[in-house]
């Protein structure tokens, strides 16, 4: 079979499970499970023929016409270079991993045959992004994936919060693809194609017209898509879709389509001085921003959320000093990690009975609990704070790299001022990942309190998955040498100066987060033994049990997956975040209040415009409606009074008119005489 074939099956194989699973599923419920994990294996094992084959050599292209448009054509092609090889086997990978933990994890759900095929139609979408050569059939899967998300994000639509949730995600990066969409037949215009090939010839060419304008307005589109600042604020909200979803979402698609598009197409971005400058601040403030806000959250999945907010931010900043290499290395492995991490936060929510890192911190026991899910979560945490020699310490400082070499005047692709922005907000977002993902585990597994619920083993479907994504975590950057050959060929091992720097920074993060874990957990100790006058002593939820309560009871997954449902110990949570970020935390933990500026400065204007269209609408255009109504009704009711059915009263007017008609005559030829 050729290596083109190969291609074509690789999204057409969860397409095809994904409509027999939704034709299937109340019928034959039996074929669901079945349905949901062959065809997506299928096609994870295809991407791998396909990523042999290609070798990181000649890019593998093929093309056939879709349709004559008059204009601008538009092909059904492939366009598999290294990036699309490895990109494509992520995502079979990942999906499979999600499709088989999910058949555990959702096992009671009446809901599951339409996730299962719902996820595997998500798996094609991005499938037919990452290999699709023709930027139009690339839209296609990009908003099928939009669709997707709505569906799976609003999985649990009895609630209102996965009901705002989904909506929140599929309105605000529909507002990124209204540029996006502009900015793709803007560049179609310049370039005249669609297709890839043709546009970055056009490109090296210096054929584009609008470089900057369009930049901007494909970036806006990305913007959305890879929740970036200022478009980022519906991922963590996304969170109250199952767990599975979750990872699938973070780790291989969707927010991952984004970032792979500028790699993409980066000679397009890079034609433009102004909008690789623009990237590295959009890169800038998402990293430091998220960083702060994933410091302070509650809920195990929000912290994970901003966290993966950050680290797209170090994909688009690599992005922005111009080596897509760094960038996509990154995205490979975070996509590995990540997906451990949302995974086995799924198995301590579903042993838990919560999704609150407060309550967890006054359990005890909890690793003990899940030993799988403890061992493998901290090894994910590892390679997400950048600790060598796990799998995000050589991925980071390949970014980490890239943006020194354009600081320092060594890269004439970008300005040095991108090179700066990437490099110093890259160190201090190291510091702030160690920092929070030392928190996350402290308080997740080094909780003190009541003895944490035993339920026994968790399910192998759950667990078997962790091990397997535990392997690339641990050892993925050790492929950083060989795997420089499927992209550009640019050096990925971290150099002397960024491992000092990046690992100096994430250890200062790691150690300032311990001690002041520490203390909290000593004033915890004393304000629960302070005596019986103490609310929290007298079993009386202080402010930190009650927002932990609240956040938990927010999440409409924790109602559905778990055996139980603890009640909130007493006393306060041991929180080193609070001291961590000072005055600044409160502000944090609600994304810096960024929700609230855009209701202000948008939701509210467009609903008081949508009031005032209303009120005109009803009182003023349905008024002459009622008005033109009204009339017509009216000189009926006359008519009808002029109609009694006596024939002599219909001579007598008809007389009367042919009078006034003979008199009206020989006034106006009288008139007309004299003049």
């Not at 912290?303 to 760094?326: E, N, P």
């Not at 310490?393 to 070499?405: D, G, I, N, Q, Y």
């Not at 007389?655 to 006034?660: D, E, K, P, R, S």
């Amino acid at each position: 079979m050729s290596t083109t074939t190969l291609a074509v099956l690789v999204p057409l194989l969860p397409f095809l499970g994904a409509v027999a699973g939704l034709l299937l599923g109340r019928s034959a419920p039996g074929f669901v499970r079945p349905l949901a994990i062959l065809p997506t294996l299928g096609a994870a094992v295809l991407a791998v023929l396909v990523a042999i084959r290609q070798g990181g050599g000649e890019t593998i292209s093929a093309a056939t016409e879709l349709t004559p448009t008059g204009s601008v054509p538009i092909d059904l092609s492939l366009y598999i270079d290294g990036f699309a090889a490895l990109v494509a086997v992520l995502v079979g990978v990942v999906a499979t991993c999600v499709q088989v933990y999910s058949t555990a994890y959702l096992r009671e759900d009446p809901r599951y045959p339409s996730y299962a095929a719902l996820v595997s139609l998500f798996t094609s979408a991005m499938l037919l992004v990452v290999y699709s050569g023709d930027l139009m059939v690339l839209l296609v899967g990009w908003e099928i994936m939009g669709i997707c998300s709505y569906f799976l994000v609003g999985h649990y639509w009895e609630t209102e919060a996965a009901r705002s949730a989904s909506l929140k995600a599929f309105l605000v990066t529909k507002l990124g693809d209204v540029p996006f969409l502009i900015g793709l037949f803007a560049l179609a215009a310049d370039a005249g194609s669609f297709e890839i090939p043709k546009i970055l010839g056009t490109v090296a060419a210096g054929g584009l017209d609008h470089p900057t304008l369009i930049a901007l307005l494909l970036l806006a589109g990305v913007a959305g898509k890879s929740a970036q600042f200022p478009l980022h604020t519906w991922l963590p909200d996304a969170m109250a879709g199952p767990t599975p979803v979750s990872a699938l979402i973070h780790a291989a698609t969707m927010v991952a389509a984004g970032v792979y598009f500028i790699a993409r197409l980066l000679p397009v971005f890079a034609a433009s001085q102004a909008a690789l400058v623009v990237m590295a601040v959009m890169a800038a403030v998402t990293m430091v921003g998220s960083g702060l806000a994933a410091i302070a959250q509650d809920d195990i999945k929000r912290v994970l959320a901003y966290s993966t907010i950050g680290q797209l931010g170090y994909m688009v900043g690599a992005l922005a000093v111009g080596d897509r290499g760094a960038a996509v290395f990154h995205l490979l492995s975070h996509g590995a990690f990540k997906a451990l991490l949302f995974l086995g936060a799924g198995v301590i929510i579903h042993a838990a009975g919560t999704n609150s890192l407060g309550v967890m911190s006054r359990m005890d026991g909890l690793a003990k609990r899940i030993p799988d899910a403890f061992w493998t979560m901290t090894i994910a945490l590892l390679a997400l704070a950048a600790v060598p020699p796990f799998a995000g310490f050589f991925s980071k400082e390949a970014v980490l790299v890239a943006a020194e070499h354009t600081a320092t005047g060594h890269s004439e692709f970008a300005p040095s001022a991108a090179g700066w922005l990437v490099l110093v907000a890259g160190l201090l977002t190291a510091l702030l990942t160690a920092a929070y993902a030392t928190r996350l585990w402290l308080m997740a597994f080094r909780g003190r309190g009541a003895a944490a619920p035993d339920h026994g083993k968790e399910p192998l479907a759950m667990t078997g998955v962790l091990w397997l994504l535990a392997i690339p975590s641990i050892g993925f950057g050790l492929a950083a040498g060989p795997i420089s050959d499927w992209f550009d060929g640019g050096e990925l091992t971290p150099t002397l100066v960024t491992s000092v720097l990046g690992t100096g920074a994430a250890a200062i993060g790691a150690m300032l987060t311990y001690a002041l874990w520490q203390r909290a957990s000593a004033k915890a100790v004393l304000a629960t033994a302070a005596g019986p006058g103490d609310g929290a002593a007298a079993g009386v939820p202080t402010a930190a049990a009650a927002a932990a309560a609240e956040s938990a009871a927010e999440a409409p997954e924790v109602a559905e997956v778990t055996h139980d449902h603890p009640a909130v110990p007493a006393g306060p949570a041991a929180d080193p975040g609070k001291a961590f970020l000072g005055p600044l935390h409160r502000h944090a933990a609600v994304g810096f209040h960024l929700d609230a500026v855009y209701d202000r400065l948008f939701v509210r204007p467009v609903q008081a415009a949508a009031s005032l269209v209303r009120f005109l609408d009803r009182e003023v255009v349905d008024t002459y409606v009622r008005g033109a109504g009204t009339g017509t009704q009216l000189l009926g009711s006359l008519v009808r009074r002029a109609q009694t059915g006596n024939v002599q009263s219909y001579l007598s007017a008809l007389l009367a008119g042919a009078v006034v008609l003979a008199i009206a005559t020989a006034v106006l030829a009288n008139v007309n005489a004299g003049s």
